[in-house]
């Protein structure tokens, strides 16, 4: 018998499907949004709909509180990583008070004290996961696939420096409990060692 040819659902009508009862997938989808079973409760299929809506909202609230949240927290420890690696840099640099020797900086003609081995450390890219979402969205910029720690000896040359500024941020991340699979990697100069960590 075709749809609303007078049959179970004669008074309903075409006009109106919407005061069917409610489908299985409709309820189902209901059950995975708000966790309680609908069935049984004489729901028509715009009630269902109207649900559905308000659970969709209600889940898009939920997220954007907790992406502001995580957002915050993600904020705040890369400011903790940045403080305890210009600290580590500043008690380096006052134990390494003299140059070894001197460069010319390209950009000023001027020579530049060195005070140690040149070279880079950093700190490597967390596997996939929020902290890696984060950085993403507030760290890469399109190339460099290392975090990029905000302190204040990130331009300079000297590999044991930059290794104790990024070791200091490594530890405050690493203490933070979710940002694992983040390592130390150090380059130098070719027949350079760095210091006994």
Not at 31 to 39: A, V
Request: contains cysteine; proline residues 5%; charged residues 25%.
């Amino acid at each position: 018998m075709p749809y609303g040819g007078g049959g179970k659902y004669w008074n309903v009508g075409l006009s109106d499907p919407g005061k069917l009862s409610a489908t299985k997938k409709q309820l189902s989808y209901l059950r995975s949004l708000t966790r309680i079973d609908h069935s049984g409760k004489g729901l028509t299929r715009d009630e269902a709909s109207d649900l559905i809506d308000k659970a969709l909202e209600e889940k898009a609230e939920r997220n954007a509180e907790i992406t502001q949240v995580q957002d915050q927290m993600y904020a705040a420890l890369m400011k903790s990583a940045a403080r305890a690696a210009n600290a580590a840099g500043e008690e380096w640099l006052r134990t390494h008070p003299e140059p070894q020797f001197w460069v010319l900086d390209p950009e000023t003609d001027e020579p530049k004290g060195v005070h140690g081995r040149i070279g880079r450390a950093h700190i490597t890219w967390p596997p996939k996961g929020q902290f890696h979402r984060w950085l993403e969205e507030n760290f890469y910029d399109g190339q460099k696939k290392y975090i990029q720690i905000p302190h204040h000896y990130s331009e300079r040359l000297e590999a044991d420096l930059q290794l104790a500024c990024e070791r200091a941020a490594y530890e405050v991340l690493r203490k933070a409990g979710n940002t694992g699979g983040i390592r130390i990697v150090v380059t130098v100069e070719p027949g350079t060692m760095l210091e006994a960590a």
